[in-house]
């Protein structure tokens, strides 16, 4: 598969998390896919575990996407997460084998104010907030 395909599944699983169909994910993984969670120490293995916790999840985030880069069958998806009014900042590191997920590495991050030692060599952004697809 190409870039431009696995770019077409990656926005299709956007779609099915933001509609709240985390069962549309299901068609877009391997049965033997992998996730893994570094900042809490967690692997997943299994389309069925990971559908068990999908289903499981108390309070899934709503998720938007502000950004897809392609490499290949390696894609990074970078996304903000809501939380009931929490914004979290989401990257994925996804690789793709025969147009499905095969592996899939989350990190989140939360927002934190920039200390003001290198103000004199930033730019200010925007604040992210969840539903914003600015880069």
Known sequence: MGEEENRKVIEKAQKSMEAGDYRGLEDLMHEDV?????????????????KAINDAYPGMPDAKLRRITLGGDVVVAEMLLNYGGKTVHGCSIIEMKDGKVVKQTDYFADPFEAPEWRKQWVEKMEPAQAGSSKN
């Open 34 to 50: 992998v996730q893994e969670w570094p900042q809490s120490g967690e692997r997943i293995r299994g389309k069925q575990n990971i």
